[in-house]
Each structure stands twice: as structure tokens, then as C-alpha cells.
């Protein structure tokens, strides 16, 4: 583990316990993207932008926490791209679509629900995306953020940026508990990315520093990380 990687689990350590010790979420968030209390305020605060209201396309990853802002998605008939979780398919991507569900958009948007009615979809048929919506366990006012330590949020949009699906118009949110939003800086690599907006349950922070990596960094992968994601095991640089 380098120092970066030791800096980045001291905050998360420290967040996960001041999110749960302040009551913020349960007990059984830590270690996890944290699935905080007030989850359907974020959901309506986000809403609320005009970027959110423009929008036709939302990607968003697919923990317990971005639910509601995944059904708000639906049934505003937005398309939402939700990443199959652990990218455990070399179609990384469930395509929900309003116009065809079978389910109502609470049960379409759950990992089960999806796993039964959205369509798997590879990069080339991914369009352009409108909207990221990141699940975070920290983020400070500058847009920098930590997941919990996998990688996969990083993976996902480092690949939508090759391949020019998001781009300098789309907006990237983290939707989090505002015990979640630090003031402490937070260690940044090359492939990491920064936020427009953190959208907690009472308020919408517009984020000043917007950083994007130009796509898959190799040097950061293990042959181990990329042996067991599809999608990176067919793009490899030979």
C-alpha cells in the first residue's frame, strides 16, 4: 500500500466512524459506500438542477445509497446506465430504460430488479452521458472524493472518457450525507476524479475544482484487477 493509498483509508476510517458514531447511518456502513440516512432528500435536492432537468442520460453506480436517485431517473424518463456490479461482465452496463420497464422504477433500479429487465450493454453502445451520480464514503468542498477503495467508480469513468461518452458537459454528483463532506484535503492520483456537485440531503455544494483523468491509467492496474474485469482485459495495450 502506498502512502497515498495509506492517506486515503485514514480518511475513510475516520468518516465511516463519524458518519455512524453521528448517527448518520447504521452501523453496518462501515467498510461500505455507506448507505446514509436521508437518501430520498438527495434525491429530490439533485432534482432540482437545471443540469438535472436537461438531462436524457445518467450513469450511476450501483449501491444501496443511490437508489432513490436512480428511480427519481425513471420516472423523470430519463435513460439510466447502471454499472453491473464488480464491471463482473465484459457488457459492463445495465441500460434501464423508461420506456421499457416491467417493474416500477423503485424495484427497476434495485441490483435485482435490473438483473432482471435491463439489457447489458457494452461501451459502443453506451451514449453520451448527461450525468454521473458517484457513490462516495468521503468528499470535501473542492469536489475531491474517495469510494471505498475498490476502484470501480474510477474504472467506469475513466472508460466513458476514452471513449468519449462523458466529456467537459457532463456533470459529475455525489449524493452523500452531510456528515459524509469534510474540510480536510483528500489525496488525488491520476486516475482519480473530482465532482461538480455534492448534493446532500439540505443542500447542493457546487464544487470549484474540476479534475477529469484522460482515461484508463494502465500503470495503476494490477494484472490481477485487470484479469478479472472483462472490459479491461479486452482493451490491454498488448
Known amino acids: 500500500m502506498t502512502d497515498i493509498d495509506q492517506a486515503k483509508q485514514a480518511?475513510?476510517?475516520?468518516?465511516?466512524?463519524?458518519?455512524?458514531?453521528?448517527?448518520?447511518?447504521?452501523?453496518?456502513?462501515?467498510?461500505?459506500?455507506?448507505?446514509?440516512?436521508?437518501?430520498?432528500?438527495?434525491?429530490?435536492?439533485?432534482?432540482?438542477?437545471?443540469?438535472w432537468r436537461r438531462a436524457t442520460t445518467v450513469k450511476a453506480n450501483p449501491d444501496w445509497a443511490q437508489l432513490p436517485?436512480?428511480?427519481?431517473?425513471?420516472?423523470?424518463?430519463?435513460?439510466?446506465?447502471?454499472?453491473?456490479?464488480r464491471m463482473a461482465s465484459p457488457q459492463p452496463f445495465y441500460l434501464l430504460d423508461p420506456e421499457n420497464l416491467t417493474l416500477p422504477p423503485?424495484?427497476?433500479?434495485?441490483k435485482k430488479g435490473a438483473a432482471q429487465v435491463a439489457r447489458r450493454v457494452g461501451v459502443e453502445e453506451v451514449e453520451?452521458?448527461?450525468?454521473?451520480?458517484?457513490?462516495?464514503?468521503?468528499?470535501?468542498?473542492?469536489?475531491a472524493r474517495i469510494g471505498k477503495g475498490?476502484?470501480?467508480?474510477?474504472?467506469?469513468?475513466?472508460?466513458?472518457i476514452e471513449a468519449g461518452l462523458v466529456t467537459e458537459n457532463t456533470v459529475i454528483v455525489a449524493p452523500v450525507h452531510e456528515l459524509q463532506?469534510?474540510?480536510?484535503?483528500?489525496?488525488?492520483?491520476?486516475?482519480?476524479?473530482?465532482?461538480?456537485?455534492?448534493?446532500?440531503?439540505?443542500?447542493?455544494?457546487?464544487?470549484?475544482n474540476r479534475r477529469r483523468p484522460r482515461g484508463l491509467v494502465w500503470g495503476d492496474l494490477t494484472p490481477e484487477?485487470?484479469?478479472?474485469?472483462?472490459?479491461?482485459?479486452?482493451?490491454?495495450?498488448?
Open 69 to 85: 436517485v436512480r428511480a427519481r431517473a425513471l420516472k423523470d424518463g430519463k435513460r439510466v446506465y447502471m454499472a453491473v456490479p
Open 106 to 110: 423503485e424495484e427497476a433500479a434495485e
Open 11 to 51: 480518511v475513510r476510517e475516520r468518516v465511516w466512524r463519524r458518519l455512524i458514531d453521528g448517527g448518520g447511518a447504521p452501523a453496518d456502513s462501515y467498510g461500505k459506500i455507506p448507505g446514509f440516512y436521508g437518501t430520498e432528500g438527495t434525491a429530490e435536492q439533485l432534482a432540482g438542477l437545471d443540469e
Open 150 to 160: 475498490a476502484g470501480y467508480s474510477d474504472l467506469e469513468v475513466a472508460l466513458l
Open 225 to 238: 484487477k485487470i484479469a478479472a474485469i472483462p472490459v479491461l482485459a479486452q482493451r490491454r495495450p498488448s
Open 181 to 208: 463532506v469534510i474540510e480536510d484535503d483528500i489525496p488525488e492520483t491520476e486516475h482519480d476524479f473530482s465532482v461538480d456537485y455534492i448534493v446532500t440531503p439540505g443542500e447542493v455544494i457546487p464544487c470549484p
Open 128 to 143: 453520451p452521458i448527461d450525468i454521473v451520480v458517484c457513490g462516495s464514503v468521503a468528499v470535501n468542498r473542492s469536489g
